[in-house]
């Protein structure tokens, strides 16, 4: 603890804020802790932890660098996402799948938000692959009455939609 104060000195005054600075300090202590039989005596010490300290704020550097460049590609793809979607009033699609019993937003949620087919939801809710398929055609059957209600252009959203509405496949 005899260096903290100048360890502490030198890695703020090369971090943006006091949790950056923390975080450092602490990977550099705990590097030390690790290799407590590499640190040289007397006044080295001092240097050793100064040099661990300086690789630590590059490894934060190279990760804020990574991490500011995956935000800006994120909200690249999510802008394009969302110019590919369909114009519709959002909030009333939301309120549309809110009038929706929670047995159906749960099934429809496990098809569309995560991804999963009947055998998985199947295990999910424990039941058939049928009871899954049949569950599900009816839920999507009562969307489309809900979002046709709603007065929204099923058309957007594809010809299974409007399909399901007029009580086809």
Not at 49 to 71: I, K
Request: charged share 30%; net charge neutral.
């Amino acid at each position: 603890m005899a260096n903290y104060a100048d360890l502490l000195g030198y890695v703020r005054r090369r971090t943006e804020s006091p949790d950056d600075a923390a975080d450092a300090i602490s990977e550099t202590f705990t590097t030390a802790w690790r290799r407590i039989d590499d640190i040289p005596e007397g006044e080295q010490a001092r240097l050793w932890l100064y040099g661990v300290a300086r690789r630590v704020l590059a490894n934060h550097h190279r990760g804020e660098t990574r991490r500011s460049a995956l935000a800006v590609r994120l909200r690249a793809e999510l802008a394009a996402w969302e110019d590919s979607q369909p114009h519709q009033d959002v909030g009333a699609i939301r309120e549309a799948f809110q009038r929706l019993s929670p047995e159906d937003r749960e099934l429809l949620s496990l098809v569309s938000w995560e991804g999963l087919d009947t055998a998985q939801i199947a295990t999910v809710l424990e039941c058939s692959r049928g009871a899954v398929r049949l569950r599900l055609h009816r839920a999507r059957k009562r969307l489309a009455r809900e979002l046709e209600a709603a007065e929204l252009d099923l058309l957007a959203y594809g010809p299974r939609a409007v399909a399901l509405l007029k009580g086809q496949s």
